[in-house]
């Protein structure tokens, strides 16, 4: 018997997922969207080819983490200038820019490679409850 391997001209059309992230632990959460992302949940998962489908995650704001975290995660951003680092806590990001939490916290859970910069235009994340994607018919699944 031979191993199957995916190929991009013989993939099926993808589907779309919609996760509500209100109340929801942002570690699993974002393992979820990371495997939906990569196609770690379909038989015909292959490492080197995008099998993924779209996770739409909605109520970003809303996402909860446990333990100190909340004032302790600490997300730098540097503008590449002399002294231009700049350190934002998790709460002040919850603030400003909810969605880069989720964001971030897939990103850092998918390879460091073209591929994976590739599958992360899959996922859309949005701080409130409405989402732009109601035509594809997204199919809701829980954490």
């Known amino acids: 018997m031979k191993t199957f391997l995916a190929k991009k001209e013989t993939l099926p059309q993808p589907k779309w997922y919609l996760i509500d992230a209100d109340g929801e632990v942002l570690g699993r959460l974002a393992v979820k ?21 779209y996770v739409v995650v909605i109520n970003a ?12 995660n600490e ?3 540097f503008s590449g200038f002399v002294g231009g680092e ?4 998790l709460k002040q990001m919850r603030e400003g820019h909810p969605e880069f939490i989720v964001e971030h916290a897939v990103k850092g859970m998918l390879p460091k490679n073209r591929l994976a910069r ?8 949005f701080k409130g409850s409405a ?8 199919i809701k699944i829980s954490v």
């Open 75 to 77: 997300y730098m951003s």
């Open 118 to 125: 590739q599958m992360l235009t899959k996922l859309r994340v």
């Open 33 to 53: 969207a990371a495997n939906i992302i990569r196609g770690r949940n379909k038989p015909s998962y292959t490492p080197h080819v995008d099998t993924g489908d």
């Open 86 to 89: 700049k350190y934002r806590s």
């Open 61 to 72: 704001d809303k996402v909860a983490v446990t333990g100190r975290k909340e004032e302790a």
């Open 131 to 138: 989402h732009p994607h109601e035509a594809q018919n997204p």
